[in-house]
């Protein structure tokens, strides 16, 4: 399979904190994502990074992506209480035009205002 | 553009029951997935869509199966409805290229059977 694993599963802390997520997987890929996801709603895609990439940013988002370790980490700089949420990263295949990702279980983010 | 709608919005059903549930792509996406999401399995791959014809699916019965038109539009069934199909259902859309792309997902259907 090839599942991201976020870790850890939970984590609290305070606004204007700094908030690093991990992801591990299990086999080669195409590229990584993450996604947020605020309670019961549809997940809202934040970043893509690929495979030949090494860090990526988007606002106060910062990706890295370390393919000889096969993991990536999720930093959300100066977070805010709005930053509440769960957040995943997904393994895109190899199969270029196919669409399957494989999702992590998630990592549950708390700010605390 | 307008986002990746679903409908119905809450569904409740009965053991044994059937449902289908529908989800309208971003305009101009092709290619339709389905998840399903659980509190202890997670977010877990169902089927995707392209140009009408199934693409990849996942490790799910038979009861669980879906269809495209031509328009994009996507359903999804599930027949003799089980306890556990009780879950957040999921679509998610993606304009077709080589390569990865990001994927843009509805709001979700929460199902749940009673």
């Known amino acids: 399979s090839q599942q991201g694993e976020e870790d850890p599963q939970a984590l609290s802390i305070q606004e204007g904190e700094n908030a690093t997520m991990n992801c591990s997987y299990k086999?080669?890929?195409?590229?990584l994502q993450w996604y947020r996801q605020n309670s019961g709603r549809g997940l809202v895609h934040l970043i893509l990074?690929?495979?030949?990439?090494r860090e990526k940013h988007s606002g106060r988002l910062r990706v890295t992506l370390d393919t000889s370790k096969k993991s990536s980490s999720l930093l959300i700089t100066a977070s805010r209480a709005a930053d509440t949420a769960s957040y995943f990263c997904a393994t895109g295949g190899m199969l270029y035009n196919f669409n399957k990702f494989y999702f992590g279980s998630g990592t549950k983010l708390n700010v605390k205002p | 553009k307008a986002g990746v709608t679903q409908t119905p919005r809450y569904l409740i059903k009965t053991r044994g029951q059937q449902v289908t549930l529908s989800c309208s792509p971003i305009?101009?996406?092709?290619?339709v997935s389905w998840y399903q999401q659980t509190p202890g399995q997670g977010l877990q791959f169902l089927f995707e869509?392209?140009?009408?014809?199934?693409?990849n699916k996942g490790n799910f019965p038979g009861r669980f199966s879906g269809r495209q038109f031509s328009n994009s539009r996507s359903e999804m069934n599930v027949s003799t409805l089980e306890l556990g199909d009780s879950a957040l259902y999921l679509c998610?859309?993606?304009?077709?290229?080589?390569?990865?792309?990001?994927?843009?997902f509805g709001p979700g259907t929460r199902l749940t059977v009673t």
């Open positions: 305009s101009g996406h092709r290619s």
């Open positions: 869509y392209f140009s009408e014809t199934q693409r």
């Open positions: 990074i690929r495979s030949n990439e």
């Open positions: 086999t080669s890929i195409n590229n």
């Open positions: 998610a859309s993606s304009p077709e290229g080589q390569g990865a792309y990001e994927q843009y």
